[in-house]
């Protein structure tokens, strides 16, 4: 399992990126994908995820700014990032896990796809992205 994301920069506070996550080794349609970010002298935190049924959850500072997609023929995770802002800044990670189910609901959900415990199959080496002006 590999991934390997691009797309990171430098950009000014308002302006745009699209990060792109390119997977390999494994059945890209039975995954769900997430991504996090960490910033300096922070914990990793989940932006946004997206399930193998294109369901979609973002962290709340992303919710209307972000948007996560993915292209099951280019197996490839995007992250559309509008309204950037200097606390953005960070290097962005994409993780991704083969969807599995304990009593009849997805381990990976709404409710776990952040959580720091959370013990995903395969992470990228990150991408830095910079918002200042």
């Known amino acids: 399992v590999q991934l390997v994301e691009s797309g990171g920069g430098l950009t000014q506070p308002g302006g745009s990126l699209r990060l792109s996550c390119a997977a390999s080794?494994?059945?890209?349609?039975?995954?769900?994908f997430s991504w996090f970010r960490q910033a300096p002298g922070k914990e990793r935190e989940g932006v946004a995820c997206i399930t193998n049924n294109y369901d979609t959850y973002y962290e709340d500072s992303a919710k209307g700014r972000f948007s996560i997609t993915r292209d099951n023929a280019r197996k490839t995770v995007y992250l559309h990032m509008d309204g950037l802002k200097p606390e953005d800044t960070g290097v962005y990670y994409c993780?991704?896990?083969?969807?599995?189910?304990?009593?009849?609901?997805?381990?990976?959900?709404?409710?776990?796809?952040?959580?720091?415990?959370?013990?995903?199959?395969?992470w990228g080496q990150g991408t830095q992205v910079t918002v200042a002006s």
């Open positions: 993780a991704a896990d083969r969807v599995k189910y304990s009593f009849g609901q997805a381990t990976l959900n709404d409710k776990t796809w952040s959580s720091i415990s959370y013990d995903y199959e395969a």
């Open positions: 080794g494994f059945t890209f349609e039975h995954y769900a």
